[in-house]
């Protein structure tokens, strides 16, 4: 059985044809314009692709309630021309098939669960830290759900005695986002991150306060494991740094072997690498299927 699936980055969309196995057979990226352009490209490379369901896994704030009136819809997101857009409206014009619409990072976050680093685990985190930061979590072998979908990359955080900037994101200025996505690094030091040397006091900043987020999840979700992803996290160097900082704020309160002795493989990199977006919506689809 063949099956879609779709990361709509805020960034670009990554369209790809699948299997129950976690074989991806083909697969596409191109820019996130406008609905009307991005849309049509989504649509052109589906078509006669004989697939039997579409998961998508959307940036967001977005509606992931099956039950709501507003349910597939992109709702306030800050990128031009996507607040309350009907995603899964639009596709249901042109596919008269299942669909499952949920975050990117849940996607990403079930992906990894069912094929990646969190493989046989029935609770672990995912976040990714690029452009923006997101988070989904699997708990008791579910992805968390409430009110809306959990928002971990806009928690507030303590600021470091030594930084004055005055933080990015345009609802909170300084929270989680606003400090440590890659446009935050950008518009504190005036360069891409990538260019940064790996000793450059950016990363001792962008440890801290990634470590502070962290914590945060331990303490509330008790993950059993913690799987960063996204652009900012390609900088390898970070690892060490933050595992040890999460060592430092946790002072010995949470006594696991996951902490205590094996924290190099409780905090790691996607299994699925670049590809745990779109496995994670074909992940989707399987669940619900």
Known sequence: MFIGGIE?????FICGVGNDKGDILERVSFPTETP???MINVVNFFKHKGIKA???GSFGPIDPDPKSPTYGYITSTPKPGWGNYDLVG???KHFDIPMVFDT???GAALGEATWGEGKGLKNCLYLTIGTGIGGGALV???????????EMGHILVRRHPNDDFKGCCPYHEDCFEGMASGPSIEKRWGVKAFTLPTNHEAWELEAFYIAQALVNFILTLSPEKIILGGGVMKQQHLFPLIRKEVVKLLNGYVQTKEICKNIDEYIVYPGLGDNAGLLGALALTLKKL
Do not use: F, Q, R
Not at 140 to 150: A, D, I, S, T, W
């Open 104 to 106: 990117d990072v849940n």
């Open 36 to 38: 009307e352009k991005t």
């Open 8 to 12: 709509a980055g805020g960034t670009k």
């Open 54 to 56: 579409i998961g998508i």
């Open 90 to 92: 639009e596709l249901k």
């Open 140 to 150: 008791e072998g579910n992805l968390v759900h409430g009110m809306l979908h959990p």
